[in-house]
């Protein structure tokens, strides 16, 4: 059960598009469209923006999509604002019928 | 209105024992599998364990099997978590989850707890 792959940090300027990826294996991203992803702001519970790989929930920004090819799945975030300054942690199902988060992701809006 | 609750944190010492509350209203709770995620001090989020909507399947992260059982009362639309052997590591906010989908596996959507603390430490 190791953690999802993601990179520490990613930073844009407000108006620009970042790519957060998160790679796994076959057993986990790479097998199952049960990829989710949540945004994080401090102190505050995880919120919920892209699930089953690219269907955003009611509510969500359309700034916000995803996407995965093979083992690695993928956050886009366009037109970045400042608000979008947050932690972001990809998710997915596994082949041993538990769930795996990445380690996360700090998004700075510089 | 979806709610949920989390309760029963607090200090507890190494080797020690607590049992973790998770009270559900606004949906039907019996419809939905649930989890517990915890996050260390400033460290991401980890998934530790789920249960089916029936509490007939159960899982659990290599970290906590063994030392952690989740379980549910739907007559009291209640999840729990108790945790035995607790270790330092063990230390985080423990948040509940609600599953995406009714009858549905363990994939969880976006209705969190605000989350309990549990401090392991002598």
């Known amino acids: 059960q190791s953690a999802l792959t993601q990179p520490a940090s990613v930073s844009g300027s407000p108006g620009q598009s970042i790519t957060i990826s998160c790679t796994g294996t076959?057993?986990?991203?790479?097998?199952?469209?049960?990829v989710s992803w949540y945004q994080q702001h401090p102190g505050k519970a995880p919120k919920l923006i892209i699930y089953?790989?690219?269907n955003r929930p009611s509510g969500v920004s359309n700034r916000f999509s995803g996407s995965k090819s093979g083992n690695t799945a993928s956050l886009t975030i366009s037109g970045l604002q400042a608000e979008d300054e947050a932690d972001y942690y990809c998710?997915?199902?596994?082949?041993?019928?538990?769930?795996?988060f990445g380690g996360g992701t700090k998004l700075t809006v510089l | 209105e979806v709610q949920l609750l989390e309760s029963g944190g607090g200090l507890v010492q190494p080797g020690g024992s607590l049992r973790l509350s998770c009270a559900a209203s606004?949906?039907?709770?019996?419809?939905?599998?649930m989890s517990w995620v915890r996050q260390a001090p400033g460290k991401g989020l980890e998934w530790v364990s789920g249960?089916?909507?029936?509490?007939?399947?159960?899982y659990y992260a290599d970290s906590v099997k063994g030392r952690f059982t989740i379980s549910r009362d739907n007559s009291k639309n209640t999840l729990y978590l108790q945790m035995n052997s607790l270790r330092a590591e063990d230390t985080a906010v423990y948040y509940c989850?609600?599953?995406?989908?009714?009858?549905?596996?363990?994939?969880?959507?976006?209705?969190w707890g605000q989350g309990t603390l549990v401090t392991v430490s002598s």
């Open positions: 249960i089916s909507d029936s509490g007939g399947s159960t």
């Open positions: 989850a609600k599953g995406r989908t009714p009858r549905g596996g363990i994939v969880v959507g976006g209705y």
């Open positions: 089953d790989v690219s």
């Open positions: 606004g949906f039907t709770f019996s419809s939905y599998a």
């Open positions: 998710n997915s199902y596994t082949s041993s019928s538990t769930l795996v």
């Open positions: 076959s057993s986990d991203v790479g097998g199952y469209s049960y």
